[in-house]
Nanobody
């Protein structure tokens, strides 16, 4: 069983910063990538940022230059540093771990953490 525990969400004013953390634990066979997605009310879940096991990163255009994804491989933890936050960044942020289960790709998801940016 793999568990992802997110932390760091909250309420912040526009222009402020938050840092999200996601720690993975349990029987993890491998980590191909870890990343962050978000879902605002009435909208589909979307990619925010991802970092692969090799250290490559990918960002949504809307957060490039403001958000930074990083990882601590020894701790199986991924971080999302969010700067210059905007009200449109308000959403539930989910951590995802891309792994292998029974020989096939499998995604694990965290429970989500709320980020609210006030104007």
């Amino acid at each position: 069983q793999v568990q992802l525990v997110e932390s760091g969400g909250g309420l912040v004013q526009a222009g402020g910063s938050l840092r999200l953390s996601c720690a993975a634990s349990g029987r993890i066979s491998s980590i191909n990538a870890m990343g962050w997605y978000r879902q605002a009310p009435g909208k589909q879940r979307e990619l925010v940022a991802v970092i692969t096991s090799g250290g490559s990163t990918n960002y949504a255009n809307s957060v490039k230059g403001r958000f930074t994804v990083s990882r601590d491989s020894a701790k199986n933890t991924v971080y999302l540093q969010m700067n210059s936050l905007k009200p449109e960044d308000t959403a539930v942020y989910y951590c995802k771990l891309d792994s292998i289960r029974f020989g096939a790709p499998f995604d694990y998801w965290g429970q989500g953490t709320q980020v609210t940016v006030s104007s």
